[in-house]
């Protein structure tokens, strides 16, 4: 099985939709900057299709030496029919190394999330992070990666070259603060 990767107008309507349903409020950006921002060089925000069949999006920025996955939802009635897996494998095959964010592992479906990106060929990289009052967890596919504040910053700052975007995003999310943190230091407040 092999997917299609399109950034046509064509499916601007789906991808919107779908992440729009699958990705909490407080977690994602406007959607009119993923667009404005996919039509530079630096980020690509797909449709995937099998055989002319909507069935998933993505949103990649490229940060230099890696990729982050910054958005990835398969269509409901299509999870759990192994199409995250194989779209991961294809994505990881492109990109070479891939990190993302997720919310912490603290209940079944954070705790289920986590354990699909661990078998998918992500590792953990005991790297946390506050967001929006959101606190994050850092994955990689590659564990010799080393996970920086700077490399998290790039996620945002790559996004676009446009000031005036860049400004939305830097107010929309803390862009220049990151302060990543190891686990044992999360429980102890440091």
């Not at 959607?31 to 404005?36: Q, S, T």
């Not at 910054?70 to 095959?93: D, F, H, P």
């Not at 860049?166 to 999360?186: A, D, G, P, Q, Y």
């Amino acid at each position: 099985m092999y997917f299609n990767y399109c950034n046509s107008l064509r499916y601007k309507d789906k991808i919107e939709k779908l992440y729009l349903s699958a990705f909490p409020k407080e977690e994602r950006f406007p959607f009119w900057i993923l667009e404005e921002c996919s039509k530079e060089d630096n980020s690509d925000l797909c449709a995937i299709l099998d055989n002319d069949k909507f069935i998933a999006m993505c949103y990649i920025v490229n940060c230099d030496d890696a990729h982050y996955l910054m958005y990835l939802a398969v269509e409901s009635e299509l999870r759990n029919k192994n199409y995250g897996s194989k779209i991961l494998k294809e994505l990881k095959q492109k990109y070479k190394t891939l990190f993302l964010s997720i919310d912490m592992a603290i209940d079944e479906i954070s705790i289920k999330r986590k354990n699909f990106y661990l078998r998918n060929g992500f590792y953990d990289t005991n790297k946390y992070y506050e967001d929006t009052g959101v606190w994050y967890e850092v994955l990689c596919t590659n564990k010799e990666y080393e996970i920086t504040d700077s490399i998290m910053q790039k996620r945002y700052t790559n996004m676009t070259a446009d000031s005036q975007l860049s400004n939305v995003i830097s107010n929309t999310f803390n862009v220049n603060i990151i302060n990543l943190k190891e686990k044992r230091n999360i429980n102890r407040g440091e």
